[in-house]
């Protein structure tokens, strides 16, 4: 079965940089788009990026933009998320997120991992 | 950017009575329009994908209707695990794609 586990949260000052992964299993990694999408303590869920199957293609919320990077090494089944100049407002569980389509992506998220708890605090 | 909102805010069910969540759009999104379930504690579970297809295991009592701005999801049957918040979602115009800020189905 599908399982997507993120790992990396903790807490971090504000300016600072933290590195999320997320380990992917139970479907071909390297076939499909993956996508962070993030909720802020007591808050509804913002899309923050999201990647092409390839690694080629990348898009951001303007929120993060110039700041957070999304990668993946197909190799390792591994999707990241380098986070940077963290600003109090990018605390959140950030949730790794598969995207049900083949190759580039669809644009929803069929499954999700349990996410990971980032707080930004001086 | 397309917003989503949601109404009603907060909605107070018996188990075994009729749900009925409403989505709209700021502009057309066609048919590109899901809805999630969130419990607390958990990650969001993919309900209804492009406004009516309910995603892999999901049970007939839930079901999702409209097109252009406005949608619906409707829980036949509350069950009591039906009790959680539900997010739609658009991907009809990205980036970004975009959630509305959810609707809390609660036990009267």
């Known amino acids: 079965q599908v399982q997507l586990v993120e790992s990396g949260g903790g807490v971090v000052q504000p300016g600072k940089s933290l590195r999320l992964s997320c380990a992917a299993s139970?479907?071909?990694?390297?076939?499909?788009?993956m996508h962070w999408v993030r909720q802020a303590p007591g808050k509804g869920l913002e899309w923050v990026t999201v990647?092409?199957?390839?690694?080629?293609?990348?898009y951001y919320a303007d929120s993060v933009k110039g700041r957070f990077t999304i990668s993946r090494d197909n190799s390792k089944n591994t999707l990241y998320l380098q986070m940077s100049s963290l600003r109090v407002e990018d605390t959140a569980v950030y949730y790794c997120?598969?995207?049900?389509?083949?190759?580039?992506?669809?644009?929803?998220?069929?499954?999700w991992g349990q996410g990971t708890l980032v707080t930004v605090s001086s | 950017e397309i917003v989503l909102t949601q109404s009603p805010a907060t909605l107070s069910l018996s188990p075994g009575e009729r749900a009925t969540l409403s989505c709209r759009a700021s502009?057309?999104?066609?048919?590109?329009l899901a809805w999630y379930q969130q419990k607390p504690g958990q990650a969001p579970r993919l309900l209804i994908y492009?406004?009516?297809n309910r995603a892999t295991g999901i049970p007939a009592r839930f079901s999702g209707s409209g097109s252009g701005t406005d949608f619906t999801l409707t829980i036949t049957s509350l069950e009591p695990e039906d009790f959680a918040v539900y997010y739609c979602?658009?991907?009809?115009?990205?980036?970004?794609?975009?959630f509305g800020p959810g609707t809390k189905v609660d036990v009267k």
């Open positions: 997120a598969k995207d049900p389509r083949r190759s580039d992506w669809y644009g929803s998220f069929d499954y």
């Open positions: 139970g479907f071909t990694f390297n076939n499909y788009g």
């Open positions: 990647i092409s199957y390839d690694g080629a293609k990348k």
């Open positions: 502009q057309s999104v066609s048919s590109y």
């Open positions: 492009d406004a009516s």
């Open positions: 979602q658009q991907r009809r115009s990205w980036p970004p794609f975009t």
